[in-house]
T-cell receptor, first 113, second 112 residues
Framework: DTGVSQDPRHKITKRGQNVTFRCDPISEHNRLYWYRQTLGQGPEFLTYFQNEAQLEKSRLLSDRFSAERPKGSFSTLEIQRTEQGDSAMYLCASSHSSIYGYTFGSGTRLTVV | DQQVKQNSPSLSVQEGRISILNCDYTNSMFDYFLWYKKYPAEGPTFLIS?????DKNEDGRFTVFLNKSAKHLSLHIVPSQPGDSAVYFCAASRGNAGKSTFGDGTTLTVKP
């Protein structure tokens, strides 16, 4: 197992465009998380799944953000009508519900111009 | 309202000495605490954790101390090595709820 994989590593998009990121978790892990990190700050929780069910979504997350985890395997995070404030590192992590501590991917860096 | 705070943005120590990274939290419902280490261009890596039923947890050169009454935890690294130079994040969660709340990190530099 190669760990948590995120694609793409970098994305530059024009304001107003839609973007989609993919995360492939560790296969034995039933939980998958999305976090956002901006420079000088810690990861900020966006949402998490247990298997295919989305169990929690941050109240800070606007309706332009949506995440899916079909069949409880990989996950996608879509941002519609991107804004400059969406520029950040988007981190995916996975874990097993019986174990504390996440395994993070290397992230997708989004730049909205 | 930042519920997990790391008040020192940076720390510099000499190789071989002790590094002490601090973290404060405000939410008394947090009962599990974790430390992550992050190198540039990589995601954070889980380092060590502690449950609120304990006041100390040790793993090799890393020890985490928890003071529940002060809502304070610290990570001790001894002896510090240049390879420990990274950003360290403190995180807290409520039980095994999945979601963790992170501090803003402390950049540790260990000088040879």
């Amino acid at each position: 197992d190669t760990g948590v994989s995120q694609d793409p590593r970098h994305k530059i998009t024009k304001r107003g465009q839609n973007v989609t990121f993919r995360c492939d978790p560790i296969s034995e892990h039933n939980r998958l998380y999305w976090y956002r990190q901006t420079l000088g700050q810690g990861p900020e929780f966006l949402t998490y799944f247990q298997n295919e069910a989305q169990l929690e979504k941050s109240r800070l997350l606007s309706d332009r953000f949506s995440a899916e985890r079909p069949k409880g395997s990989f996950s996608t995070l879509e941002i519609q009508r991107t804004e400059q404030g969406d520029s950040a590192m988007y981190l995916c992590a996975s874990s097993h519900s019986s174990i504390y501590g996440y395994t993070f991917g290397s992230g997708t860096r989004l730049t909205v111009v | 309202d930042q519920q997990v705070k790391q008040n020192s943005p940076s720390l510099s120590v000499q190789e071989g000495r002790i590094s002490i990274l601090n973290c404060d939290y405000t939410n008394s419902m947090f009962d599990y605490f974790l430390w992550y280490k992050k190198y540039p261009a990589e995601g954070p890596t889980f380092l060590i954790s502690i449950s609120s039923i304990k006041d100390k947890n040790e793993d090799g050169r890393f020890t985490v101390f928890l003071n529940k009454s002060a809502k304070h935890l610290s990570l001790h690294i001894v002896p510090s090595q240049p390879g420990d130079s990274a950003v360290y994040f403190c995180a807290a969660s409520r039980g095994n709820a999945g979601k963790s709340t992170f501090g803003d990190g402390t950049t540790l530099t260990v000088k040879p």
